[in-house]
């Protein structure tokens, strides 16, 4: 899992640590985030933490679950953690 450092390292300023919350439809693999991530992404379901390029993807401010082994159902806990 990466480490996200408390603020920056060095005349770039602080980074700031968000966390989106989703409640998901059966099946959904598309979730919009309010800003585009500057670093890495942490994706978990039910607080289960997944992994980047084998379970999900991230474009842009898109993130596409690819996890076919699990499918996303209405009632699980979707929650995206990165910095921006």
Known sequence: MPFFP???????GANALQNEQFIPVDDQT?????????????FTVNGVAY?????????GNV?????????IK????????YLV
């Open 6 to 12: 408390p603020g920056g390292t060095g005349g770039g």
């Open 30 to 42: 598309v979730f919009n985030l309010a800003s585009v991530p500057t670093s890495a992404v942490i």
């Open 51 to 59: 992994e980047d390029t084998v379970d999900f993807t991230v474009v």
């Open 63 to 71: 993130v596409t679950w690819l996890d076919t082994d699990f499918q």
């Open 74 to 81: 209405a009632g699980d806990a979707v929650q995206v953690y």
